[in-house]
């Protein structure tokens, strides 16, 4: 990210790039290792399981490879699905409102923690430690305090009187999808929080000057020279939370399985199930490959964004 | 900022050396094991780590065929029960299994179907001591009419119960499914639940409902029948009445275990499993083992493991020689306590304990999966959690739930 904004900044101050000069042979040898490194951990599994979506593979073919070439047949077969639609349905209005709140609690708290009071260092990395927690963790403590029979939820709800008979929070389709987006957004909003509090801090503090003398309330400071300012570095957030967010598997995974019945089985885990438990790897690869198409778009989308912005 | 020339190639070369000599041990070290003159035999589990009771059991046992047999060396590897299969699929796919895993006697057909396990028919006809294994633990080594591991131990599920719960409530053990729905809704008091079942998300959950449905007479793959629907009515109301907590859909067999050694629930259904783990985490609890309810018939869903010699074993003979030695009764009688699980055999002693003698008793009414549905077995008990999760949390009637959940099994089994 620092890196796009640095070329931003780059370009908008009028430095123009460097020209070509001829690179000598020795030079790509110093590359060649990340280069292997890349080919071998990143492209290799990608261009293997972009190969298996093409074909026939059960579990005789999964170990002594092979597997008859099938063109689209496993993409239309799951595509046809309604298991797979399902899955992406989900998978959108889980990624969607969980981004929404985690960028909306972020940018509160990078608000809040951009102005200086005592103790704000300790408590920004306080809030840091939502973020840091391991999942395996953060997960099996968000499914104790949801149980419906022991859970700290409950006792709290019920201590205040808001209910008379325990919820089981994680059994009940629609509040398991609340709980699993709000474990998410737990995990997320520090992480923007972070991202944005820099966006924030480069803001020039001038420009809030002139606006307080030129009599604007907090209000439209925030909507005239806040939220402007920060665009590009909005777009960049909301970016990275939807990427992670819509391939979070071990959160979900955690809490409910995908369950109760299909009631949060986002791509991932129906992906996991069709190849893992199920052993149809061919169709279980197609899904992935789908699952890789969503974020990649909206990458492409966003390039664009921002390099028209540049040039305007 | 710039690299000092000559420290630089310096460093940059022994860090190339360092690869290169890393690469050469690491070809190296896959030979050294069989070196000194004895044999190894790898095995791997989805037991427990060596220091869980589970899993030392196990190390227990291999170290004892050690003692017994200087200069075999025997390298049990743990891996979580929920990365056995990927990882062993992982691990033929790079020509790289042990000689021995112990798998779940319901994969065994998909491990035959990737090429995964050995054939072992001439080996089981020189031994010649098959008829000594219950008849279903025998049956889930068999791929079409072919032996394809040895059973190397079972478990029964039945019925846990709290005495003083039930004198004080003045109910005995139930013996029918409606004694059962009876005794629950009478000893749920207080904010306990009479019975607690395992109803998680996926084929792990299904377990409960398989028991309630064979007892109704009815079939696992067809479960749009009135034999099903008799038993996932029967779940329904018992949750819908409290005598079951709806958070069972989201309890796993220990879980289970949880809530009834808390006094959550005054019966549990429940394996054999956690009689020790019971005895030593709440001494104090006063409980019992009765046989599940019987309607039609009762049965059990059986849990097993069979122990299977890989394609890629570099010793067959060895891992064969180590698999029959765990199959001695006297072996099986000093294991099987430790490890709080079933013998596969006839011939192995039950012992003086009353509460492993139930287990025994009822693990010989013990069902599995066969045919084509052997094959499916997971899928097709996900979708049957699927239909008990609909039905009893409430999100379709108890006949759509069966209906739905009979589309997809029909699914499954065709494909």
Known sequence: ?312 | MRFGGRSFRRAAALLAAGVLVAGCGGGAGGDASTAEGGKTVSLWHYYGPPDSATGAALVRLVERYEKEHPGVDIQPRHIPFGDFTRTLLQSAAGGDLPDIALINAFHTEAMVEAGVIQELDDRVAAWGKKDGFFPASWRTTQVGGKTYGLPHLADAYAVYYNTKMLDKAGVEPPRTWDEMAEAAKKLATGGRQGLAVSGIEGDEGATGLIIRILAAGGDVADVDSPEANEALTQFKEMVDDGAMSKGMLGWNEEDVKNQFANEQTAMMINSATYVSTLRTEKPDLEWKVALLPEDEQRLTLLGAENLTITAGSRDPDAAWDVMTWMQRPEVLAEYLPDRNKLPARLDVPAGQDETRAVFQEQLKSAWVPEGKLAGAAGEVFTHIQGALQAAVSGSASVADALTQAQQKIDKALAG
């Open chain 1, 1 to 312: 990210m620092t890196l796009l904004l640095g070329k931003r900044r780059a370009v908008v101050a009028g430095v123009s790039p460097r020209p070509r000069r001829r690179v000598p042979l020795s030079a790509y040898l110093f590359v060649l290792p990340a280069v292997l490194f890349v080919a071998a951990t990143v492209l290799y599994p990608l261009a293997y399981n972009i190969d298996l979506s093409f074909r026939d593979v059960g579990l005789r073919e999964i170990v002594a490879g092979g597997g008859d070439f099938v063109g689209l047949r496993n993409y239309a077969a799951e595509l046809g699905r309604p298991e797979f639609r399902h899955a992406l349905a989900v998978s959108l209005i889980y990624t969607v409102l969980s981004v929404g709140l985690a960028f909306g609690c972020g940018l509160a708290m990078a608000v809040f923690l951009n102005r200086r009071f005592p103790g704000r260092n300790l408590m920004r990395s306080a809030l840091l430690v939502a973020w840091v927690l391991p999942t395996v963790v953060s997960a099996n403590i968000w499914r104790w305090m949801l149980d419906g029979t022991y859970g700290l939820v409950n006792t709290a709800l019920g201590g205040l009187g808001l209910i008379d008979r325990g919820v089981f929070w994680l059994v009940e389709p629609v509040t398991a999808l609340a709980a699993v987006i709000l474990a998410t957004v737990w995990t997320m909003a520090p992480f923007a929080m972070i991202l944005l509090l820099a966006g924030l801090q480069n803001i020039p503090a001038t420009l809030y000057e002139a606006a307080r003398i030129d009599g604007a309330g907090a209000l439209r400071r925030f909507t005239s020279i806040t939220m402007p300012m920060l665009r590009p570095v909005n777009m960049t957030v909301l970016l990275l939370l939807f990427v992670t967010t819509f391939k979070t598997f071990d959160t979900i995974y955690l809490m409910t399985r995908g369950g109760p019945g299909d009631a949060t089985t986002i791509l991932p885990i129906h992906a996991y199930l069709e190849a893992f438990q199920f052993f149809r790897f061919g169709t279980g690869a197609a899904a992935t490959t789908v699952m890789l198409l969503i974020p990649l778009l909206l990458s492409v989308f966003y390039f664009r964004a921002l390099r028209k912005e540049d040039l305007a």
